[in-house]
Structure formats: structure tokens, C-alpha cells
């Protein structure tokens, strides 16, 4: 049977895509420009939404692997760098928002209320497949729980609801994945199961935290040139010890429960590890993953900033259109809505190159002859 020959309208839907832009209204015709600007927009973002989970969906799904290849770390990393260039895109969108004034927004916006952002299902799947945890969520203003305002109006379910439900019971996220797979890094050779392996463990992170205090100390000396009094003198020394303090507890992990304290140690000086010492042949792909998270929640961060500052420019202060606290609330979630809290901590906390201390199995982080 012969296939009939593909139309790019077809292929695209072109007609069906067009036939979109009329919010409420039975079509466009009767819209301002203005108005079919923010409608289209925002369908755009819902589209990049959707590319965004899938790669997000895959990524996941690689690491939550028992054992993550080693030659599927490249496709992960280009996943999660595609997520983030999504991100980059979408924040571009509020630079042509933006060409709306303050009364061109105005002359529409009450056909919006009560809906809001917040109503977007698939940013809230973005979240939470991310990592984001419930306890860190802010309120929108007068809803019990971030789902009641993904509900209809008389409170029965919605898609926007059944969806973000489906994808609360689809674990494990990525940041849990990611965190098992750190957690399975061979540290100084030595992995999970292997006989003492807390031990090498506690010696690695004893042997940074003594290399990061000769380097906070030299830092120091330096920091005294400009101090003016001897009060500058020591109240840089203060800030100094305080700094090689805050990273040996970070590294024995003294923050986290005692029955958890050895799984997260391990994690953070893997992450050492991977950072400081990523010339070493099989930590190279393994920082690329790690630099690429930054990236991800770097954009991620930037697209909620970029969307209060838009706002912000447009309407002001004023409440949201479901009743929200505005740019208040979207400032909120850009300072507190982040998930790789560990990831970005080490980079505080790196030291040169030529101070980090001499690993005792090096070369359990070589390529084998064979390959």
C-alpha cells in the first residue's frame, strides 16, 4: 500500500495550532493583539513544559538504574543541558511580554481571574519531578494546599489536578536518583560494600577538611593586608575559622540525622571528589553531570526571577490574578524553590588544584588497558 505523501501543515497540525489563540472567546477575530500576544505565549511555555518533562522523565530513568553506565552519562548530560537551554527560551518569552504596557494588560485581564500561573500543571510536574519537597512550598494566599488550586471551582478533580497527582506517586525523583547514584562513587577506591568503607570514607573528607584549612589560613593572611585595625585583623580571622568550621560539618554531615549521617557524608565527598579531582579519567563524565545540574537549576531559578521582574514591570505590586501576593510570591519561589542544595554547596568549599591532597588509590579512577 502506497502511503500518501506528508504536508508539512499536516505533519505540524498547523490548522489545529492556529485555531488555539482564542482564550474564551468562540475565535480571535474579536482580540486584541495584546491579548492573543499573552495567550500565545504562554501556550508556547506549556509546549516547552512538555519537552522539558520528557528529557527531565529520561534523565531520571537513567539514574535510578542499580548501575548507570558510564558511556550513558553523555546522553544524560545533553539532556539536562537541553532542559536548561529550554529554560533559557522561555525566559526569552518575557523579553515580548514586555512589549505590552500596563494598559494593554489591563484592558483584558479580568477575563483571567481567578486563574493564575500557579494553575500551571505542568510547571507544578516540573517541580516535583524535579525534587522539590512539599515542606519548602509557599502558599499561594488562600488555598490549604498547592493542589486545592489545581481543582475546579466546586473542588472536584481537574486534568491539571489528576495530573500533577499521577506524577507525586512517580518516583523516584531526580534528585533521589541522582543523590543513589552518588551515593554508589567510589570513594578513594572504596565503594558502598566494601569493608570499612566509612572509615576511608571519614579519612577522604579528614584529608580535604585539613587541605581546605591550610587554604583558609593562606586566604587569611592574604585577606590581613587590607585589614585597617587590629579589630579587622580578627574579625577576619573569625570569619575564616568560621568558614573551615562550616565545612568540616558539612562534609561529617553533623546537620543530618545520626541514621542518615554516613549515607549523606558519602554523597557530599563524592561530590568532592568528582569536582576536585575531575581530571582523572572516570570522573570526567561524572563532573560534567554535576556541572550540567548546576546549569538546569541555574536556568530554572533565572526563569522564575526573569517572570517577577516581568511582572513586576507590567502590573506592579498589585495581587494576583488568583489572589496570590504577585511579584512578592513569585520572589519567593525563586530564593526558596531549590532542590540541589549539596550540589551547589561544594562549590563553596573547592580548593586549588595544587592544595587538594593526594588520593591513596588514584588509580581506581583510570581507564582499564582494554579500554
Known sequence: MTRKPTAYWDYIRVEELLDLQAGIAPDDSSLSNDEVLFI???????????LALRE???????????????????????????????????????????????????????????????????LREIEILLGLEDSMRIPLGHEGSYLTALRHADGSESPASRRVQKRLVDRPTLAEAVRAWLYRTPIDGSSPESDDDDATVLAFVDAYVAAYRVEADHARR??????????????????????????????????????????VRRIRAALVLIEGYRELPLLAWPREVVDSIVALEQAFVIFRQRHARMVERIIGRRIGTGGSAGVDYLDQTALRYRVFHDVWAVRTLQIRKAALPPLANEHAYGLSVGD
Request: without cysteine; negative net charge.
Open 222 to 263: 592574604l585577606a590581613e593586608h587590607d585589614a585597617l585595625t587590629p579589630a579587622d585583623a580578627a574579625r577576619l580571622a573569625e570569619r575564616y575559622a568560621q568558614a573551615a568550621e562550616a565545612t568540616a560539618a558539612f562534609l561529617r554531615a553533623e546537620d543530618a540525622p545520626p541514621e542518615e549521617r554516613a549515607r
Open 40 to 50: 500565545t505565549i504562554h501556550q508556547i511555555d506549556e509546549l516547552w513544559f512538555k
Open 56 to 122: 527531565l522523565a529520561s534523565v531520571r530513568d537513567l539514574f535510578a538504574r542499580e548501575r548507570v553506565p558510564e558511556q550513558s552519562l553523555s546522553s544524560a548530560v545533553r539532556g539536562l543541558r537541553r532542559i536548561a537551554t529550554l529554560f533559557a527560551h522561555a525566559s526569552a518569552h518575557f523579553e515580548l511580554m514586555e512589549t505590552m504596557t500596563t494598559r494593554d494588560y489591563l484592558a483584558f485581564r479580568d477575563k483571567l481571574s481567578p486563574a493564575s500561573g500557579f494553575q500551571s500543571a505542568q
